[in-house]
């Protein structure tokens, strides 16, 4: 599957590093979605967007910085990350945020490691 | 704010056993979704159940949605290895986004 794609697919950052996170999708749709994934909380809900408007961001620490240039793309920029931190990372798309029937595609993820 | 919790945390199996996960709302959803996730992977859509009471399958697996639509269920019949993986329920309700339910994670020794 190919409709969502997210870049790097593994990172490893040190506490003070900035990285950046990306997720594109070729679906069409006009909602992405950032959840994080770990043994501790299995798919958290990060930020939600719609139409390139944040529309949900569920109490996650500023470190977390969510951009979204278009309806293609998102990204999630990080910057003085905790040990904690580290999970994969997933994107998803949905056609919209709110419809009673979407359903959502996620890419890849991607698997971060903070030292 | 809406809960969605899910039971058995992790379940191990002979192939060829049946399996059953089952998942409870604490609001009404209009709809509820099963994902699947196999190990290495993302999660990748199953099915979505909307009606009261609806039933759907897909060969071995067999999905439930509850008359009262607050609770859901996945039964998977004469489990095979390649059915090992995560499996999770998502319900919605109303037009609100997606909840995830925590996961059954299911292993099927051969």
């Known amino acids: 599957e190919t409709g969502v794609t997210q870049t790097p697919r593994h990172l490893v950052m040190g506490m003070t590093n900035k990285k950046s996170l990306k997720c594109e999708q070729h679906?069409?749709?006009?909602?992405m979605y950032w959840y994080k994934q770990s043994a501790k909380k299995p798919l958290e809900l990060m930020f939600v967007y719609s139409l390139e408007e944040r529309v949900e961001n569920n109490s996650v620490p500023s470190r977390f910085s969510p951009e979204c240039p278009n309806s293609s793309h998102l990204f999630l920029h990080l910057h003085t990350l905790q040990p904690e931190d580290s999970a994969l990372y997933l994107c998803?798309?949905?056609?919209?945020?709110?419809?009673?029937?979407?359903?959502?595609?996620f890419g890849p993820g991607t698997r971060l490691t903070v030292l | 704010g809406q809960q969605v919790m899910q039971i058995p945390q992790y379940q191990h199996v002979q192939e060829g056993e049946d399996f059953t996960t089952y998942c409870n709302s604490s609001t009404t959803l209009s709809n509820i979704q099963w994902y699947k996730q196999r190990p290495g992977g993302h999660p990748v859509f199953l099915i979505q159940l909307v009606k009261s009471g609806e039933v759907k399958k897909q060969k071995r697996l067999t999905f439930q949605f509850g008359e009262a639509k607050k609770n859901s269920s996945l039964h998977i019949t004469a489990t095979q290895t390649t059915d090992v993986g995560t499996y999770f329920c998502?319900?919605?309700?109303?037009?609100?986004?997606?909840?995830f339910g925590k996961g059954t994670m299911l292993l099927v020794s051969p």
């Open positions: 998803a798309s949905s056609q919209t945020s709110g419809g009673s029937t979407d359903t959502q595609y």
């Open positions: 679906l069409g749709h006009n909602a």
């Open positions: 998502a319900g919605r309700a109303g037009y609100s986004t997606l909840t």
